[in-house]
């Protein structure tokens, strides 16, 4: 295995960490918004900004830097009560928020950002505190660049012909008792020196007093140096900047090279006045300590039970591991490997004709039930919440709403609603188009939203929830809902469908979803970019998800996309049709059942709906669907698969045999095929068998109604449907 | 024998970053992830040098070293400051608090290494 450089895994951990910052500093700015006026509020959006600047100072992303500083010397200002969280406060710090982000994403692809737009934020944000942008603010932020060590040691300037002299110094190093209440000790600092150098050094122990006055906290020995190294000053008083204020230094230069040995060795003899203790100094260091020492401690504890309140989760944080992604995946694999072989020794053991009571059929149900919790384990690394992705639309929100001159306000739902990880990453985009569309064409201007009634604050609602192994999320907004008239008419104009069709409300706001249609006349300068829904639409469903639409005229638009919860692996009944194997997914399956000519209804020649417990559910044959063969004259006693789309409704498909349940490992066909209308992938079954995997609800939507049954078989055309034709007849 | 260190930081990242340059420099290291956390860990370990971050949750840094040096067997233990800022001020207040010194973030690893052996020695010299 290559040795990965550790530089380069902290600084990506660095940035996996800021995203986690940044979300706590949205959780905080929100809590903030909505009225959260505690100091651990306050706190937790500074540590987080503050947390970003010191990592990024460690990496020299000195833009982030200078802008993290910025941000959170403002937000100091709040949080020493100088400066009151009003909506203006709150506005910037949300928008500088977003600019943070933007910053850390720059640093961490290597782009670079619109300095103009960064520097306006913030001298936005400056004026807040009433003053002009600080100047400091640039002087400060040259202190993170590496190596910066401020030396501070006062009367302690070297004349220019003391630099010039013989290499060496000579040191007279007397410490105080102060000196040791900080921990220092003179022993490693004198080793410290003699690192740099040959040391000469001698202590004076004259002023020791006897044993019975002498204090143990007290010191009373003084050092003298000679360093023969040819090192300039900030060398040396480095070593004593720890001790600066609570011992008696001076360095000085030795004034020549050969006299000067003699020279510096008279200078070494211990100085009378310095040997005594010198009580002076010492309470002079005392002012220091006394007054300031007890503050911090009541603030601490005074904050640390703080965290009680709103913002707890930060608090307690959860023990994490990092872990390669790629890593998972070859695990996420290696899983879907174990499946497909476990199904192969299931089949093996079928066809041994091994009892069901055997040890062996025992071993392997066990076998089996470890598998799938192992399985489920693997999914759930991947698993994440999907509130990283909501947070990221409250952004698109917030700026969408700004250059159209909107109230707006998001309410999210099931933010802790777990998805994997690729396909929120996945979903960034599309969601992004979604929101914003709402934003633009969904909620109806202040002035006409007033006009009918409404709030002048329009609502778009985010929510996330797992249904019927599925995960769904949808984009809502309480605007006018779809203008069904002009979407027809621009389809029209644009060709995209023939003048004069009779079209249902939901094909008319499916027309949306239609590759050309952009409703350009009413795009404002925000959405567009040149995604229309149709792109929305074909990267949801690369990623095996759907996308429906549904308006209300009047009372708002919901878009509703439905993913599966992974990406590898699925729970399928598999089905025998037409003498194909074809998989279905279990989780859209209600209920199967054998059906009785009795039940079956016919609408028109070719639509036949069976009747289930007081309901009427349209009737698909599955092998005339997907063209393996003519609609069958006698569905007598034929099974049925009863299929839930995510909105409730059902449809029935004919198959002719359920062999049996099981696990399957999904491989795509996208790559290699396209969307294939009505299948999602196919898997590899355990005799090695390559069987479809069935898309029921894609299958629905484009079902032909080339079901019949025996009553209509007199009225068949005398021509079969083909493939082509039952899956686009929809 | 390798000198213990405990570290005190509620940033990974730095935390990371120390757990490099003192694994690399031949310290043995423990972390704490704030000041509470910090002295829990310190309950369990007997450092000979103690870094601890400013900002951090639940307990800042100027409370964490307090505490520590509350506890007897610490009153001398050297406590590193590791902070953003270097203004004179805030080094009386770490000064004042206890701290035995500070170290500028971001660090220099060298420097790091330098500052720790100041006030702890070298592990072998002892």
Known sequence: MRAPDPMAEIRASFFVECEELL???????TAMEGGASDSETINVCFRAVHSIKGGAGAFGLDDLVRFAHRYETVMDEMRAGRLSADAEAMRLFFRAADVLFDLVRAARDGTSLDEADIEATLSELEGLTGGSPKPEGEAEAVEFTPMTLSLDLPGLDISPDEAAAAPGWDISFKPERELFVTGNEPRHLLAALSEVGPLETRCDTSAVPP?????????????????????????????????????????????????????????????????????????????????????????????????????????KPKQTVRVDLDRIDRMVNLVGELVINQAMLTQSVAEMGIPANSPVSHGLEEFMQLTRDIQDSVMM????????????????????SASVDKRVRL???????????????????????????????????????????KP??????????????????????????????????????????????????????????????????????????????????????????????????????????????????????????AGETIVVPLGSIVETLTLAGSEIRHLGPR?????????????????????????????????????????????????????????????GLQESYGHVPGIAAATILGDGQVALILDPVDLMARASGATRAAADLTIIPGREPSAEESLHAG | MALQVLAVDDSRTIRDMLQLTLSGAGFDAHFGEDGVHGLEVLEQTSPD???????????????????????????TTPILFLTTESAP????????AGATGWIVKPFDPDKLIRALHMVAGNGDAR
């Open chain 2, 49 to 75: 040098v103690i870094i601890t971050d400013l900002n951090m949750p639940r307990m800042d840094g100027f409370g964490f070293i307090e505490a520590v040096r509350e506890q007897p067997r610490h009153r």
């Open chain 1, 381 to 400: 690394i991947r698993a994440q919440p999907v509130k990283s992705l909501f947070q990221r639309m409250a952004r698109i929100v917030r700026e969408a």
């Open chain 1, 23 to 29: 979300e706590s500093l949205q959780d905080g700015l």
């Open chain 1, 607 to 667: 639509t036949s709906v069976i009747h289930i417990r007081d309901s009427f559910v349209p009737l698909l044959d599955l092998g005339a669907e997907l063209g393996y063969r003519t609609p069958l004259g006698q569905y007598d006693s034929s099974v049925v698969l009863l299929i839930a789309k995510e909105d409730g409704s059902r449809s029935a498909l004919i198959v002719d045999e359920i062999q049996e349940q099981r696990q399957v490992v999904i491989k």
């Open chain 1, 211 to 315: 044993l019975w006055d002498l204090d143990p906290e007290e010191n009373y020995l003084s050092w003298s140096m000679r360093l023969a190294a040819d090192v300039d000053r900030e060398r040396v008083a480095e070593i004593f900047d720890f001790v600066d204020g609570v011992c008696r230094l001076d360095i000085s230069r030795c004034s020549s090279d050969v006299a000067g040995a003699t020279a510096c060795a008279d200078r070494l003899s211990p100085d009378p006045t310095s040997a005594r203790p010198d009580p002076e100094p010492e309470p002079a260091t005392v002012p220091i300590a006394e007054p300031s020492a007890p503050t911090p401690v009541a603030a601490a504890g005074q904050t640390s039970p703080a965290p009680a309140s709103p913002p707890e989760e930060p608090a």
């Open chain 1, 456 to 577: 002048d604050e329009g609502v778009v609602r985010l929510s996330a929830a797992h249904r019927s192994g599925r995960v769904i999320i949808e984009v809502s907004d309480d605007g006018a809902g779809i203008n069904r008239p002009k979407v027809k008419q621009i389809a029209e104009e644009k060709g995209l469908i023939a003048s004069g069709l009779q079209l249902s409300d939901s094909e008319i706001d499916n027309l949306l979803f239609l590759p050309g249609f952009s409703t350009a006349s009413k795009v404002s300068d925000l959405s567009g970019r040149g995604v229309g829904m149709d792109v929305v639409r074909s990267s949801i469903q690369s990623l095996g998800g759907r996308i429906a639409i549904s308006s209300e005229p009047g009372r708002g638009t919901t878009l509703q996309i439905s993913l599966p919860l992974t990406l590898a692996v699925l729970d399928g009944m598999v089905v025998r049709v």
């Open chain 2, 89 to 96: 001020e805030l080094k009386a207040r770490a000064r004042s």
């Open chain 1, 411 to 453: 309410v999210t739902d099931g933010e802790a609603t777990e998805v994997d990880k690729t396909v929120i990453e996945r979903l960034s985009d599309p969601l992004t188009h979604m929101v914003r569309n709402a934003v633009d064409h969904g909620l109806e201007s202040r002035d006409k939203r007033v006009a009918a009634g």
